[in-house]
């Protein structure tokens, strides 16, 4: 089992720049690949990043590209998604997820493990 509780979220103006924190504990947490997804009002979940189990491997959604980065750090059991340059269609709530195995996907469906989600909400 792995436990996941993000942070960070929060209000900012269009432009702004955010730091989301996703804090690990339980089993050894640089087995897992590690994932950022998003869910809008009304819309499906959606994939923001990854970031593989060594971190030397980082996939990004499209939308996202040259925006958002994310990071980990085993020693801390933490993993990061820095979203800067942010917009109003950034707005959701924002979960990271863990997943066992060694390649990232976009798969939500692939991830075993969920944190309870922060919300981002990105002012025009």
């Known amino acids: 089992q792995v436990q996941l509780v993000e942070s960070g979220g929060g209000l900012v103006q269009a432009g702004g720049s955010l730091r989301l924190s996703c804090a690990a504990s339980?089993?050894?947490?640089?087995?897992?690949?590690m994932g950022w997804f998003r869910q809008a009002p009304g819309k499906e979940r959606e994939f923001v990043g990854g970031i593989s189990r060594n971190g030397r491997s980082t996939l990004y959604a499209d939308s996202v590209k040259g925006r958002f980065t994310i990071s980990r750090d085993d020693a801390k059991n933490t993993v990061w998604l820095q979203m800067n340059s942010l917009k109003p269609e950034d707005t959701a709530v924002y979960y990271c997820?863990?997943?066992?195995?060694?390649?990232?996907?976009?798969?939500?469906?692939?991830?075993?493990?969920w944190g309870q989600g922060t919300q981002v909400t990105v002012s025009s």
């Open positions: 339980g089993r050894t947490f640089s087995m897992y690949a």
């Open positions: 997820a863990a997943k066992s195995a060694f390649t990232l996907t976009r798969d939500a469906a692939a991830y075993e493990y």
